[in-house]
């Protein structure tokens, strides 16, 4: 694989590998608002669709009389498999096809899947439905790349990102703290069908929002997406951004998926109390963690240094302090305010990341490099972690050890200081390869 830097953007048009790059696809003005707008809103829905089940899963559990390995498997394997597998060959038809209609159809899929999860009479029914919303969230994120790279100047790209990533954040905040609130009044059912039927809304803004995104020009010498998935492997610099995407689902995965039920169990609050007191800070301090990576990866690109990744370490060793802390507070108040380091590194660390993948992989790759860094993050942390946390919590409690929920919650600690070591290793790898 040639590994390309940021100058080669910059051309009129650019060809790398097989896909031939015309610069009119370049929006400006309003129309590029409207792009980055639709993929904020897609962003936001996807999110608020993958994180209701978390403050919904107290209501779930009781009503569907599940267990926390149940639950863990819910949030966790039946999950995240199907969405990391699957974003392989999504990000190809991304790629290589029209990025719009991809991301339109997985909105529109997921969303339809998400309603369907509030007619759930039992486990098996449920776990079906969250694979259905999987395989349409695989899509967002490489489809979304892939739209930013061919419709988004390059010396914008990371604000770009960031502002796409800003729909985490902000879909937690919203699924924490209006799906709490929701729930408490209404019943976890009808929160999930009003989820669905909210994105099938916004999937068809998207589709009028984006414009045309014609299908790309290629050599004839095009690799099947595997072949190429593994000859980005190859590059030393984009292997140890994946192992640090590994980490990084560890940390971030069981944090999501338990910390409702850790404060709802250990500190006495109701899903609407946690939804609205950490899912309000999650989404301020993720908003400001994604759009501040953002901006910082710009400025770092522009200066030339090829120092992209240690801030974000950084970032995540001071979580990691904090986290533990939070575990073992005595009070609800300051858990939830030691969980903030956390909330903002996760957030800040994706810009980088995805940014740094981009200029490794080179154009014609972004949706691809993308896919792969999802399936780092998406599959191993949490087909496991959530598992992990679930038995730890199960067995602390069968014999009778207090704060079980939260001695398997250190799992993410762990994995924060784990994924910062990586992060400095693939700063060096990715230095060395846009300087060649």
């Known amino acids: ?66 267990s926390d390995t149940q639950i863990g498997l819910i949030t966790g394997v039946a999950f995240a498999i199907c969405y990391s597998l699957l974003s392989l060959p999504l990000a190809r038809a991304a790629d290589r096809g029209s990025p719009r209609l991809v991301l339109v159809a997985c909105v529109l899929g997921w969303s339809v899947m998400t309603a369907l999860g509030g007619l759930a009479a039992g ?13 349409g969230e695989a899509g967002a994120v490489p489809s979304g790349h892939a739209i930013i790279a061919r419709k988004i100047a390059p010396d914008r790209r990371g604000l770009a990102i960031g502002i796409f990533s800003v729909g985490i954040p902000l879909g937690t905040m919203v699924g924490f703290a209006a799906g709490g609130a929701l729930a408490d009044a209404l019943g976890w059912r009808p929160v999930l069908i009003g989820a669905g039927a909210l994105g099938v809304l916004i999937g068809l803004f998207a589709l009028l929002a984006l414009g045309p995104t014609p299908t790309i020009r290629h ?6 997406f595997l072949e190429e998935s593994l000859t980005l492997l190859s590059s030393r610099a984009f292997r140890w951004l994946f192992i640090g995407a590994v980490g990084l689902g560890f940390a971030a995965a069981p944090f999501y998926a338990f910390s409702a039920p850790f404060l709802i169990r250990t500190h006495g609050f109701t899903a609407g109390e946690v939804g609205l007191s950490f899912g309000l800070l999650q989404g301020a301090l993720g908003i400001v963690g994604a759009v501040a990576g953002g901006r910082g990866f710009d400025r770092a690109v522009r200066a030339g240094t090829g120092r992209l990744l240690g801030v974000p370490a950084a970032a995540l060793l001071v979580a990691s302090v904090c986290t533990v802390a939070a575990l073992f507070a005595p009070a609800g108040w300051m858990a939830i305010a030691l969980c903030v380091p956390a909330m903002f590194a996760f957030a800040f660390l994706m810009p980088w990341c995805f940014g740094a993948a981009h200029l490794v992989a080179g154009q014609g790759r972004q949706a691809m490099a ?10 191993f942390g949490p087909s496991l972690g959530p598992l992990l946390v679930g038995l730890i919590s199960d067995t602390a409690t069968a014999c009778e050890i207090p704060n079980g929920l939260g001695l398997g919650l250190l799992i993410v600690p762990l994995a924060s200081v784990i994924t910062a070591a990586v ?12 300087s060649r």
């Open 123 to 135: 486990f098996l029914f449920l776990a079906f439905t969250r694979l259905g919303v999987a395989f």
């Open 370 to 379: 993308s896919s792969l860094l999802m399936i780092g993050s998406g599959l």
């Open 219 to 224: 050599s004839g010498d095009a690799r099947p």
């Open 423 to 434: 992060l400095l290793i693939a700063n060096q790898r990715v230095r060395e390869a846009l």
């Open 1 to 66: 694989m040639t590994e390309t830097g940021p100058a080669s953007t910059r051309l009129p048009m650019v060809m790398t590998g097989a896909a031939l790059f015309p610069r009119d696809e370049i929006v400006s003005g309003w129309r590029q608002w409207a792009v980055l707008a639709a993929l904020f809103l897609v962003s936001l829905i996807s999110q608020i669709d993958r994180i209701l089940p978390f403050i919904l899963a107290e209501a779930i559990r009781s009503d569907l009389d599940l």
